[in-house]
């Protein structure tokens, strides 16, 4: 199995250099054409990526052999369609893509409630997706809480090349000086964004099961969802077509609960996610062994 997950992207940033490029002159379709034979590289010569996913595929979702070893090769193909939008989206370009939301109106119940919102999400879909059709239609503000732990050089090429993200980042910090902006932003009647589903080291965790596996979740977004005067609910942003997107809400929580409540219910609508969008798994180390 992979190591533990630390935070950083793997992609170089050649690979970011092909695909601005293509977008760029050719727009949506040839990057995703050349999606396949990148996925097909990562399949066959990066064991280190394969092997949690096809494990996932196989051991988790209990899919037979030759239909893990499919999904496998198309997750990475979806992993790769994800980050093309991504890049699509900071290019200005979002006009691309098509949304439906799912329970739209408990956004906008959030919103006009004046005390901000905090949005719990996983690494199941496309994150960006989400918030940009959020910022454009629900909210003009939305606060993305995330490790600052980017490679430097993909970082400084991003932003020249597109303008870098359109969403205000908050840097997880030792000092928590974080959870100050946290409230801040909820105070100010924004959105919060945190991903939910991945520890770092050291850190304080919630253990759950997930579908029938034992997995530990970080406690923090859960301890910030339980203590701030904020409603929650969970979204996600999945792609159900190449131009067309499918985001959603559940219903807000705006009793006080504690984080292992909290973290219970996220657990639920995270495995029905996964169910509903197999190939978006995106968790490309040892999940399930933290």
Same mark, same amino acid.
């Given at each position: 199995m992979s190591k533990k997950w630390d935070g950083k992207s793997k992609a170089g940033v050649?690979?970011?250099?092909? #695909? +601005?490029v293509a977008i760029k002159t050719f727009g949506l379709y040839l990057p995703y054409f050349l999606? =396949?034979?990148? *996925?097909? =590289? =990562?399949?066959?010569f990066v064991p280190k990526a394969k092997k949690p996913i096809l494990w996932f595929y196989k051991n988790v979702l209990k899919y037979p052999h030759l239909k893990a070893h499919l999904m496998t090769y198309k997750n990475f193909v979806s992993f790769g369609?994800?980050? +093309? %939008?991504r890049i699509i989206f900071q290019l200005g370009q979002g006009e691309k893509f098509t949304f439906e939301c799912e329970n739209k109106?408990?956004?906008?119940?959030?919103? %006009?409630?004046?005390?901000?919102?905090?949005?719990?999400? *996983?690494?199941?879909?496309?994150?960006e997706t989400a918030g940009n059709m959020l910022k454009d239609q629900i909210t003009s503000k939305i606060n993305v809480v995330m490790l600052d732990a980017e490679v430097e050089a993909i970082k400084e090429y991003m932003q020249k090349s597109t303008g870098g993200?359109? #969403?205000?980042?908050?840097?997880?910090? %030792? %000092?928590?000086?974080?959870?100050?902006?946290i409230k801040m932003a909820l105070d100010n009647n924004e959105f919060v964004a945190i991903h939910a589903d991945r520890i770092v080291p050291d850190s304080k965790t919630i253990e759950c099961n997930l579908l029938g596996q034992t997995i530990k979740l970080p406690a923090g977004p859960f301890? +910030? *969802?339980?203590? #701030?005067? *904020?409603?929650?609910t969970f979204?996600?942003?999945?792609?159900?077509?190449?131009?067309?997107?499918?985001?959603?809400a559940t219903k807000p929580i705006y009793d006080k609960m504690t984080p292992e409540a909290i973290a219970g219910m996220y657990v639920a609508e995270l495995e029905r996610k996964v169910k509903l969008y197999p190939d978006q798994w995106f968790n490309y180390f040892d999940y399930f062994a933290q």
């Open positions: 050649l690979g970011y250099q092909i #695909f +601005i999606l =396949y034979f990148t *996925a097909a =590289y =990562y399949y066959l369609k994800t980050l +093309i %939008d109106h408990y956004l906008v119940e959030m919103r %006009d409630n004046g005390k901000g919102g905090i949005l719990l999400s *996983a690494h199941v879909g496309n994150w993200s359109r #969403f205000n980042i908050i840097p997880i910090k %030792d %000092d928590l000086s974080h959870v100050i902006k301890i +910030i *969802a339980s203590k #701030f005067n *904020a409603p929650v979204v996600y942003s999945n792609k159900e077509s190449n131009t067309h997107y499918h985001l959603s």
